[in-house]
């Protein structure tokens, strides 16, 4: 995940856009033609691959250190990495700007903390279709448009095939943390662009890779004690962290200063299919049918309510001033 990019890598940040889209440079607004946006769509797709078969070596090693431990050396290597590549600056800063920076880390490691407690209890295809479903809801409501009851409604029938009628194939508590770490994921998206205004490449970043290592370390610590100092529990979450924090973290970054963020919410729409193949290849968990349907029920909201924002933004930009 979610993250985003996942987990998080991390969404259907479609919720994120009118507040993500000055992230785009002028260059990038602008469109520079059709092969111009090949680059950041590229970053934004290997992002999502990255971070999703990430997310199941996670699955696999959480017998050993468990969903705490395994959040803990995912943020805390990722941390160690980023801090020793970017060296960030920690003078010139604003209050304002460690204020984003330190909220950015807090959300980050509640969307990956709730997301793994999540992956620990359900199969990570329907995790990360319910985990979308926290910013697609944001975006519903946000612009009151009667045909995003049309997205609502898709989400809710995948909901309902997800859950069986009542969650009773899946786990009811794993579901709640797969619905709270979408809460988050919305906001690791907000703040994840506007940190990128704030703080140049990917310092920002780094420092609030720190600060969510800093804040789970005390819990990866209570639940794991030394198992995390074993040598292959290190080199296994060493893996995690940069498949599932590192590269995909980084690359969306960039990707955010570069294209578009409703054209970057449709792209993250596909995460729920990613993940789903991930499981399905690297953990063998295989989804019927119907939760193939849900699945693909919930991107198609996702993509929608995106395409609703993205029509009605242009539709209010050519509209004439009246006097």
């Known amino acids: 995940m979610s993250t985003p990019s996942a987990d998080p890598g991390t969404s259907s940040p479609a919720v994120a856009a009118p507040v993500a889209a000055p992230v785009a440079t002028p260059d990038a607004a602008q469109g520079g033609g059709r092969w111009g946006s090949l680059g950041p769509v590229g970053l934004v797709l290997a992002g999502g691959l990255s971070v999703q078969f990430g997310a199941a070596l996670a699955v696999s090693l959480m017998p050993r250190a468990g969903a705490l431990g395994v959040v803990t050396l995912r943020l805390a290597v990722a941390a160690v990495v980023l801090l020793l590549v970017c060296r960030p600056r920690l003078r010139g800063h604003s209050r304002a ?40 809801a944001l975006s519903v409501f946000a612009s009151r448009r009667a045909v995003n009851l049309v997205w609502a409604g898709l989400a809710l029938a995948g909901v309902f095939l997800l859950s069986g009628g009542g969650f009773d194939s899946l786990d009811p508590a794993g579901a709640a943390f797969a619905l709270g770490a979408g809460v988050m994921w919305a906001a690791y998206i907000v703040f994840s662009a506007r940190t990128g205004r704030r703080f140049p490449q990917a310092d920002g970043l780094a420092l609030a890779m720190a600060v969510g290592a800093v804040l789970f ?97 242009r539709r209010v930009k050519a509209a004439p001033d009246l006097p």
Not at 117 to 126: C, F, H, M, N, T
Not at 218 to 246: C, D, N, Q, R, W
Not at 261 to 274: N, Q
């Open 97 to 136: 700007d460690w204020g984003t920076v330190v909220v950015f880390g807090i959300a980050m490691a509640g969307m990956n903390g709730l997301f793994y407690q999540a992956v620990d209890r359900i199969p990570l295809g329907p995790a990360v279709t319910l985990e979308v479903l926290g910013p697609l």
């Open 217 to 313: 370390l005390p819990l990866g610590i209570a639940e794991s004690g030394t198992k995390l100092f074993e040598p292959m529990t290190l080199v296994l979450g060493a893996g995690v962290a940069l498949l599932s924090s590192v590269l995909p973290y980084t690359l969306e970054l960039l990707a955010l200063r570069r294209l578009p963020a409703p054209t970057f919410a449709i792209l993250m729409s596909l995460e729920p299919a990613i993940a789903a193949a991930a499981g399905f290849l690297v953990l063998d968990q295989a989804l019927s049918a119907t939760q193939s349907a849900a699945i693909a029920l919930v991107i198609a909201a996702s993509m929608g309510a995106v395409r609703t924002q993205v029509g009605r933004g």
